[in-house]
């Protein structure tokens, strides 16, 4: 997006509030600096030269999960996500990132993930990694890694029942988290040393479980002037529906009762996948999953995109709570989606609460349903 767009959004949105009640942040928060028109505001007044890119003007634009809802919301589809990250990259060209911004981002360059003691390698990757030849290169994304091991056996179980050779990387860092944060020049490095690891291994498919890392692959690679791997890129909701279709997976038997699908903001809105994860829903446990009354394109964010998840922790389960509180309300007792930091967050938000609700990463519950 232009620069030229930007001041366009910028001055647009300056003028209304009509999607405040689609942002989380907001609905969480009811901080007006957190809405889009606040957003908008705020920059204008750094341009006019009213504020400068410091305190709680900086801090306010990375408690935005850029889920993207506004944009849907809104009659002119103004790209208010995207002005946000041009923000974020006014605000790190100014020297002014706040404190953790610099920590989290100084941890993606050196280790290719935004928490500490980097992002773990789960026992059934160990023997995975580097290896040549392998027909896919499966990207775990640094949630499932660190915090759903679980979810990664899962996909392992599904590979070995399709006879599919895998691989994986040591350093899955591609750079969309530094894009997310305002570090562009940095991000456009990591994604081209991404791409270059990627070569070397010359997979036929490369298959992840982190809907951030696909769109990096399809979209946002090419905005930084990297060229996309020269191999198909796949979510596993889109991969696990192809092999159900072909045949070649066998799946149910795995029945539950009240299993809602919760869309991925970057899985759904972003790239407009719907229809695979439901299909493999409903023949993992007999029945179309329960429509949350906010979905497909309209979903609320769960709290945890635009690295939220861990630059603002606290404020990031809280908006999961609301979006759980929903989804009980809607009789959901199960819930699944298709994304490592929605789990992760989920799940925390659901620590202590006593409802007896369970996460589940839509490859868990495809593993739980197979059909020997």
């Not at 699908?261 to 972003?270: E, N, S, V, W």
């Not at 394109?297 to 809280?318: I, K, Q, Y």
Request: proline residues 4%.
């Amino acid at each position: 997006m232009g620069i030229d767009e930007i001041r366009e959004t910028m001055d647009s949105c300056k003028h209304c509030f009509m999607c405040r009640h689609a942002c989380p942040t907001f609905l969480t928060t009811k901080l007006d600096s957190h809405t889009p028109r606040g957003y908008a505001l705020m920059m204008a007044e750094v341009d006019a030269g009213k504020l400068r890119w410091a305190g709680s003007v900086a801090d306010r634009f990375y408690q935005c999960s850029q889920c993207g809802l506004c944009r849907q919301d809104c009659a002119y589809h103004w790209a208010e996500d995207d002005l946000v990250r041009h923000g974020r990259e006014e605000i790190v060209a100014a020297g002014a990132a706040p404190a953790r911004i610099r920590e989290i981002a100084d941890r993606l360059m050196k280790t290719g993930t935004p928490v500490e003691g980097g992002s773990g390698i789960p026992a059934v990757m160990r023997d995975k990694i580097g290896a040549k030849g392998a027909e896919v290169l499966y990207v775990a994304g640094w949630a499932a890694r660190r915090e759903a091991p679980e979810t990664i056996e899962a996909m392992a179980k599904i590979f070995d029942s399709l006879k599919v050779t895998w691989c994986c990387m040591e350093d899955e860092g591609c750079g969309i988290e530094l894009l997310e944060l305002g570090y562009a020049g940095e991000a456009r490095r990591q994604a081209a040393a991404f791409v270059k690891r990627v070569a070397k291994i010359a997979p036929k498919r490369i298959v992840s479980s982190c809907p951030h890392l696909c769109r990096a692959l399809r979209e946002q690679h090419g905005l930084l002037g990297i060229d996309p791997p020269s191999m198909p890129v796949l979510h596993t909701a889109e991969f696990l529906a192809v092999e159900l279709e072909a045949g070649r997976l066998s799946i149910g038997g795995g029945r539950r009762e009240a299993v809602g699908y919760h869309d991925p903001c970057q899985l759904g809105r972003k790239l407009g996948i719907f229809d695979e994860p439901r299909r493999v829903i409903a023949a993992a446990i007999g029945a179309p999953p329960l429509e949350l009354y906010h979905s497909r394109e309209a979903a609320e964010c769960c709290g945890a995109g635009s690295v939220m998840l861990t630059t603002e922790p606290d404020l990031a389960a809280d908006v999961a709570r609301r979006r759980l509180e929903g989804a009980r309300n809607e009789g959901v007792r199960t819930l699944v989606t298709a994304c490592g930091n929605c789990k992760t967050l989920m799940r925390r938000a659901l620590e202590g609460d006593g409802s007896g609700m369970e996460v589940l990463d839509i490859a868990e519950l495809a593993a739980a349903s197979l059909r020997s």
